[in-house]
């Protein structure tokens, strides 16, 4: 099978351990994660290749996050290095009514700080059949938008399949500069994926009748949104996450495809979290695996849903799940019993 | 803001990691507790200056306290010294249908044996505006329950409030003598903190149609409780915190304000346990919180039964919650979304 | 009181810290367990003399696992010494949709090399009231087969009651082997306990109406089970376990007692999961501790079900459950309120 | 063979890990220990049946400790119940110039609260050849001094060899009330362990040129002390442990037994510590070792010692080495290479 | 007694656990550090008045920050807030010939970004009798060696004493920078701190025949150099720490102090390292701590020496040793023999 | 650089933490290891090319073992699969006197039931330079003596250098049978590795006057040993290592590498030891490193020696050291200084 390629920063996160607080840790948790390195760890595990490409500094501890990707067999042949320092954020996980809690130190890293001459596209890409990147990656600035215009011309001059997730981070950029970029990016872009949060504060499209917080969904709102982003950006297939936030221990969550003007629901799964982190990135990548092995679009969304469920039953922001696992769940069994 | 005074007994809890049970464990989580203490900590991380007022044995143990009170900027100025140990006690944390269970050893502590010199009031209580202690402070020795009522004597002649937590410890003293004490004491209480049980126990006030273990609770009952308590020791203040036990892992919990012959009742809360210790605490401090800055009952009582509710989604015995985390709780959110 | 003999293999259990997959996991935590070894280790630990039987290296690991018995009080004067190793599997803990997986690795252990010379029944019998096995042991080989023939012919000649947990692990043996040599040894057999997957695995009886997977479960089928066991196989008691599996975070549980023609069933509990691996064998020891104390029918069904029931809030695999604590739960305390 | 009988307090060691300060831990290790329990399961350890005789509370702490004892074979048959508290220590521990450090908190415990009805020395002597005690037991108050006389008496009667360590703790008891106390019971003794610091407190006997701090050791220094000692109390056997501190991390330990006007001196181990608490009660289990398999004095000086190198560099109390490894060292062998 | 500053960065310290290196860690012990942090707490802990003067990020890590010098008594009245980020640094600790390796990222930090109107000097020194700082803050960046001046100055003006430990750091700034800044600053210092490889590094004073890497140091070469720094920059009070780097386990440690043309050695210690990061923080520490009480000359070098042997023994970055402690260590009690 | 082919098991190595006993453990640390595996590790680590050739059974664990491979970057691509089971080794960590201990739990294992058509040897070796494997590889089985022949003969061929570790491990094989079959796999061996025991044990060619337990060699002893094995056997380059055991924490270490007759020695280290196991591995390890990278003997004698030095400092059985390190030590610095 042909290569999956991302795009993006690889950050450090650190967490105090359970269910504790920043202020009552004394140790870390260690883990190297980012939305792009995500779907590429998640498709690897499940067995197609895949190249990640981000920028890193020459130190030990990159060496780290090197290892991690390896581990988990992520290509690194294209990754670039020099600059300053590896990106971070502070995780603090919540139970029931408090909510998790996320401090960011990820400014002046080497990735943000990349320059167009780190990343030769056409060499890249050779032999991949698909492009993946998230809105994070041109809002660490001008230069990255500049670079993702780039990967994106060329992945669609080399015939790959181009996905996003629009994935708005609100204090990366504002939603006026998202709005603005991601237009400009929206146009090579065959696989979009959001949540409804995304597509109001990136797209200015909103769901009627939707409350995030009380956990109203409703589902013609989202056929709507969806429609809508597919016809103004002309984008073919559209796929949404709905996540109904009961507590920060307990969420439901399903997804929508909407392809062709048809809109196609997974099944609903009541999540007891273990760690709801990569949960988005985990779709994207049970997307994207129905994707290349021509799933059917209900297959498709179902594979995609039970990915990001097993996900969010799984420490960490990595789906460590493979389609025989998913494939179970799709078939209806959540019981959890035993395998023995 | 004028500081809040505790008075209490500080002791050590040992307990195994998650949910072993003491037979399981070779090792223990150690932290430092204590009613009014935690209602002190709880105080001063939301920002209140706030004294604490026990007495400790002068070794490294008590050094170990100290420090864990100085972390969270509690005042440690007139803490006494002197007598020959810490109390301690030993918990493990139950789930489901199993409950935790406590193994107290917290007798001839340094506190315990406290004797009247130990203890300036006058200057203690110099530029304080709120006095606060509960049931389990007099219950520890006579010298104690005479200490009490010079404090509270001392409080009301120096114009602060006093609040006293019914707190009932059936292991430290029988209910003829909580009784007999705590109505010495209830004279000069102007805020009243109890749960039915103690109530009952205490003041031999009972809620009609109550049964606390299958968690049937009718809310006429409480309100007739408090209005008992409130007219037969003339307190203003009186609040009542409704815990419905689902099992050690869940629990439902609410709270009633009752003040000028009215009752505010919280809103409710589905509580997926951490730890529930230190969850009566926490509300004294929320209540005592809404009452120092002002806030009308509906919104004190709901700040207290918001901070109390969190307190039970977070590890250990202390509420490390900021008023902006409780009001945005009161406001509404409990979905545990995460924050960036 | 008389005591209990269990036969059967000790192997390790590795099982990775928390929720943690076993590729995520640089530590193990060890235990040692075993049906039957469970089985004696509740009894003991509700204050029933019990031995232990089974056969291990000699080496320091097996010295390890001696000494978890003698922790709990498992007599260990009939413990057969040699052959080549302890048979262990690897444990990851499920959680929500994500079930729990078992890798095995106890081929070639000190246990399934037994011979028939390791053990002098009539010596391990003697002032012994009750023998128990599983069908995890004839299921090791045939020289184990045989040997339980031999250890169920000692018992019923010295008087002893017999109770077997059929307990098919598919991964030993096929069903028809199964059936072949379970039905051999249910001749001598007078408590047999199952679920109804056992059932129809190996004694090919099969309950109408149920499914599995969707948790939807119909007591008459159970009784229509039990029933068809019990004449069948002329069997006085049988003992069916009824687990409803939600998630493998949430589980339904209870059970029947099936005797003199008459069914009896438990209370049901939803349980929060710590740990549901050897809620079967803490069901089997709280039916013989039942039986051996007397217990009518509905208080034996109701004390095997709630100590199961606690066994599953207690992380690894014994149930650790002092018999005040299963009769609080029997007569209705479940709310899980902290014990002071 | 016949049995040894260990009689003193069984409480509980809480450390911080590795080599932090108290100030630094927020956890705990936990282990139960006493001097005469260690010598107990030592023994045991070595194959050697014993009886440990305490007197514990009735609490879930009791049963933990209790399970330490069985974990380790120890007898539990003679233990008595009741009373408030099991007594505890802080232990911080040393490194290089840092010396480890030791909080008590073992007042009021059951043990020291004894009464002569708790122990029935008759039958707790019956089929045993060895009494073992320590000056930590009847430095506890005057009613365990006279239960140790009796117990002391009833030895002799039944023909025990009656062992016992000075242990000369000064948080205790002062020098007089020691020297006024040991001498009663040393006329019952017939196996003298020490080191030079207490055969100087307690028994006011010196050995000339030794300066502890520096390291600096007199061998006949050594010889002189114990040749004061038998021949003034009539001992058949005295033996002296020698530890020169030369830091936190290393020490050098040798020992001298003296017995018909003998000396003999044991090789000197240069110890790079692991945990150098039980050093002195490890020497004595080896010592009984020793005498009742009839080892000659140099051999048996040999293994005591060796036995007590090990032990320390074992963490926690107990010295868990076999005799085979023991003998090893004896042989030679303390090179430390892998055993495969 | 009158309070000591320290002005300089506070940062995070995250190192894996124990010997583990980078590659093998998926866990940090997280702390917080700076040179001038440490020599405060490091009073603080021994009694002294102190107040740390920095700037951080206004978020829930700086949070955790200040709660770690709240513990230790360290005053945080002065702490100025603003900023995006927290500085840290990733140490592995070696052992034997495998040295500790530190990856700084500590660019960008609030206190790098510090402006001269962050503190108000006049108000900060007020009461206040001592100044420290090192060089690693001026090293920030030029407004850091602006505001450096300025404290100085009015620290001059205010009669303060000034110390300061030269502390290069070749990542930070090149030696000639270092030159030119440091000498700026030297006008207004009274007692300054270096090793030998500072003194080249900074001030290009070189002792004679030194050779750091073999451990050969020459007593007369350090008088030199101590000597040629006194002079050049009319310094009262200059103090050399002279490490012998046997390997990353053992060191040997010891000081000098030169004063009126006269020059004290302290003892030699062999220190087997725990944890040798802060060793000259803890000695700087010492220093002030003697000249604030009015030791003498051999006493304050043996005091300070003492006390940083003790540091090198202690996990983490601070002394956490009380006068009582070092002073038994000066008096020559390094056996480290059970204090209980 | 071509690559370098290690051939050998692959097992698991579960210890306790730190320098518990087996008896004190109630969680091992988990690791993957193997001789030749090591040897691939380190190389890799280094930065030569490798590929790991081994037999796994099909399972959870395995995809562990191989995740492990690759973090390091050894190639995975010719592992077979099938068999039953990994195998596993228990190892206890000794300090000072007390040894470390090893129990093996390895047949069975899927590589020791390899068959000669699991390799093809003829592709695995294809662009390689280098064979390495070790005397545990045909002790395995006749079948894998054989397999180890094929590939020995595919090596010559191919016109790879074969290297060889004896690696003697007397429970796998006899003496005699290890002779035998050795002797037939050393006519193709180009280097070869081994210790004197090995030697003794193997081959039957003893060093004069070398007493292993004492600790004291004699070099010409070991160069009358390399003579002897490169005459008897017709093999180019000798290496032997030589560890004086002083105790089980501190080993002297260095290395002979004997050539044309002509004999180089190692500098010799004092080690204060982390992590012992996998010494002799990293020493092949960096030997290999030398003859590939063209290093005159006495650097590849220093490389190997100084390498295998620093694995010792290092946990676990894996050098994980760059060679700027090991050349650093080479080059003089033991010194073990921070590096910032």
Known sequence: MKKVIGFGDYIMRLNPEGYLKFIQANKFEVFYTGAEANVCTSLSYMGIPTQFVTRL????????????????SVGTDHIAFGGERIGLFYLEKGASQRPSKIVYDRKYSSFSDSKS???????IMQDAEHFHFTGITPALGEN?????????????????TVSCDLNYRKNLWSKADAKATME????????????????ADVLDIHASNTDIISGKLDRNGY?????????????DTVAITLRK??????????????????????KE???HLVDRVGGGDSFGAGLIYGLLNGFDEQKTIEYAAAASCLKQTIELDVNL???DDILALVGGDGSGRVQR
């Open 57 to 72: 500094p020459e130190n030990m501890i990159s060496e780290c996050a090197l290892a991690t990707l390896k581990r988990f």
């Open 117 to 123: 001459c780190d990343y030769d596209w056409k060499t």
């Open 144 to 160: 990255l938008a500049e670079i993702c215009i780039e990967a994106c011309k060329t992945a669609k001059e080399l015939g790959l």
């Open 184 to 199: 400009k990016l929206l146009k090579y872009v065959d696989v979009l994926i959001a949540n409804e949060e995304d597509a």
């Open 223 to 235: 056929i709507e949104v969806a429609d809508k982003i597919a016809k103004k950006y002309n984008i």
């Open 245 to 266: 936030s009961i507590s920060a221990s307990d969420n439901d969550w399903s997804a929508l495809l909407y392809r062709g003007g048809k809109a196609y629901f997974s």
């Open 269 to 271: 799964y009541h999540i």
């Open 321 to 323: 799940s493979k389609p």
